[in-house]
């Protein structure tokens, strides 16, 4: 099933603001577990045939609300320096990744049937690191692109936030900093 894209107003926008309103209302009353799409159908006072077309299951509508919870407001910091920037980020990220809403996000885009849910979820992470990626350039920094930044920082940060026993901490992001940076000198 497809994800159907809602218009950036209007009564479509109406309906995903209620039902997101709906999910967070019920997250504060009751464990994650014991939601339903039909109760938050109810909570948000439509069918729950909107839900299923819209997201196609319920991780897919959990991970939507979790990653509006944690798309950041402003840009990253620019600290002068490509190596700055993503020190700087990479803090941020670690966090948001280690949070009770990252880390569902992160298992919802896993459980989700609608294929383009995990895509979407990595969305704000692309926009970040290009962001930093194009200052770098505009400064004259050599830059590694941007799949090499995400094989080399966001894939192991998630594979170790899932699966891993403890958050990554400050020592595993400079060891990915390093080697994804091509300064490594182990």
Request: aromatic residues 4%.
């Amino acid at each position: 099933m497809t994800q159907k894209q809602a218009r950036p107003g209007g009564r479509s926008a109406r309906v995903q603001q209620a039902i997101h309103d709906a999910v967070l209302a019920l997250l504060e009353e009751q464990p994650r577990e014991s939601l339903t799409v039909p109760l938050i159908a109810a909570r948000a006072g439509v069918t729950p045939s909107t839900l299923y077309r819209r997201w196609g299951n319920l991780p897919s509508l959990l991970a939507d609300v979790d990653l509006c919870r944690l798309r950041p407001d402003e840009p990253p910091d620019d600290t002068g320096s490509l190596r700055g920037d993503l020190e700087r980020w990479l803090e941020r990220y670690v966090d948001d990744l280690a949070s009770t809403p990252g880390q569902a996000m992160l298992r919802d885009a896993l459980a989700a049937t609608d294929p383009g849910c995990a895509v979407r979820c990595t969305e704000p992470t692309r926009e970040r690191l290009e962001l930093l990626l194009e200052r770098a350039h505009s400064r004259g920094e050599a830059a590694p692109s941007l799949d090499v930044l995400l094989d080399g920082l966001v894939a192991p940060l998630i594979y170790r936030t899932l699966f891993g026993a403890e958050r990554p901490d400050e020592q595993l992001c400079q060891r990915l900093l390093a080697q994804t940076l091509g300064t490594d000198t182990r």
